[in-house]
Each structure stands twice: as structure tokens, then as C-alpha cells.
């Protein structure tokens, strides 16, 4: 038997930073969007933990480990022992969302892994044991199971579903080259802003505006993180204004980047950024949102 689940990728609409906690992670408020790039996670009984990783399209999956450090095997492990069960699987996972970084790549994978073990399984978790095991394995995670859009706090961990702001957005994905790490970024965030505020900034104005299908919400977009983003990689600026020069309402570095997402007005509009963007970058997918999580609901 077998069970498959997929989990979308995410951009963060708002990414407001705070001054490091003294557990060294960073209060954030941020808006979750999840948008129709998939990772689709199948699940089967096996006698040992493995995992296998293959690309859906033009993802680049030569990066993923394959080990027991995979955040799919880990949550895997994290759902059989919290229940006392001495259980393995064997995990494949297709690859639709870009491996870059800043997409949640393999927050998504951990997120589909734990709804479709809690099936194979027949646990019945609920809700609170299946967020609590998001949680503990990322700060993404969470916001994996939901998905739609979804205010985040605490480090991003804690998720809140916004609830009637389902107008559909249009996006041109393109994945940075040479990966960033997310530890180095928020360092970086610190050395530039060395007063960063301990309440991360708010996005009223985006949520007041996110369910209006007339509202230009372009100019609400915010990321906090970028420009430490855009300081470790500079060439990120370039493909922000080819972007926009396109045609793209705005640009902005995905999360901790180095993917950036491009807001269009309209499916043709992404398609025809998309395409331009075409003859100097290799890969730039086209995505909605806002699309469900791993829970499907
Ligand atoms: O929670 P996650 O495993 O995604 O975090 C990866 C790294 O990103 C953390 O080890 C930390 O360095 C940084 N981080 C942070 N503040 C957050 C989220 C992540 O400093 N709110």
C-alpha cells in the first residue's frame, strides 16, 4: 500500500524581522502564500528508512540529501516515535518546488511526509500532535500543512490562517543559482541591522488589503531579509530589475532567497515576464496562489 500527499511551495508576502531572541532565532511576523509549485511525497512500508528524490520539471534536485539528515526521514522518525512505534518507511519524494532556497522546499517535504505517514500508519494524530512535531522540525513546516494564506509568528512556527483573502495571484519563480544558507542570511540581517526592533514589523495594511481583488497590494510586499540577501548576493539586484523591466508589478527575494517571485497582474502577464526573463536566466516557472497544504483543507 502507499499514500501520496503534496505540499506547495510558499513566499512570504511580508517577512518583518525582530532583533535575535536568546535562542538565537528571530521573531518574525510574516504572510504566508502557497502557491501551485509541488513537492508530491509518496509514502510506503519498508524494513528499513530510505528516501529517493527525483526532479517534476526544471528543479535542479542534485543538492537533496538523500540521508538521514532529509527533513523527510526525520519527520518520519519524529511521528513514529512520538507515537512509541518502531516503524520505517521508505519515502519518494518528486521535486516541483525549486531546491534554491527561500520556497521551503524541504519544509514541504517534511509537512507531506508527516499527513501521509499519519494515513499509512492509520495514527489519526489530529491537529495539535501533527503541528507540534511541524514545529520542532522547522519554522516553515507548520505553515506546510495549512497552506492558503497565513499570518506567521514566533519564529514562523505558530500559523494562523487568513481567512477570506483567496484572490488569485499571478507569479514568475526564478530560482537563484549557488544557494544561500538561512543561518548566514539572518546573520547577516544582524550585522546590517544592528537596531532591529524586538517587535518584528506588522503587515496590517497587507492583510487589510489581501482579500481585495482591486486593492494593488504590489506596493506592500516587504521582506526584511533582503537586503542581507541582496548583500551576500549582489547579482540578485539585476534579476529584481529585469524582473520589473519585464513587466512584473514587483519583485522580491523569497525568505531568506536566493529565489526571487515577480507579482504579475494577470496569467498572461507571468507567462510573457516569465518568457523574457527566459533569455538571461535558465529557469523561470510560472505559479498561483493562494493553493492548499498538506492536510488538503
Ligand atoms: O527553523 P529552521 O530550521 O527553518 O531555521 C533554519 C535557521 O534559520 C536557524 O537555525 C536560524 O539560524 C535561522 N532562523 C532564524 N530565525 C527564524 C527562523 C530561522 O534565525 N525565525
Redesign the pocket.
Known sequence: MTVTVRAPAKINLHLG?GA?RSD?????MTVYHAVDLYDVVTVSAAADWSVSVEAAGPVDVSGVPTDDTNLAIRAGRALADRHGLDRTARIEVRKGIPVAGGMAGG?ADAAATLVALDRLWELDSGDALLFDLAAEL???VPFGLVGRNALGTG??EHVEQLPGVEVVRHWVVVPGTGGLS??AV?RRFDELTPGAPKEPRAPYRLVEFLGDPVADVAPLLHNDLQAAALDLRPGLGGLLAAGEAAGALRGLVSG?GPTCVFLCESAASAEAVAERLRSSYAVALTATGPVTGALGR
Open positions: 524581522v535575535p538565537g532565532f528571530h521573531p518574525l519544509s522547522g519554522s516553515d519564529r514562523g538561512t543561518p539572518y531568506s
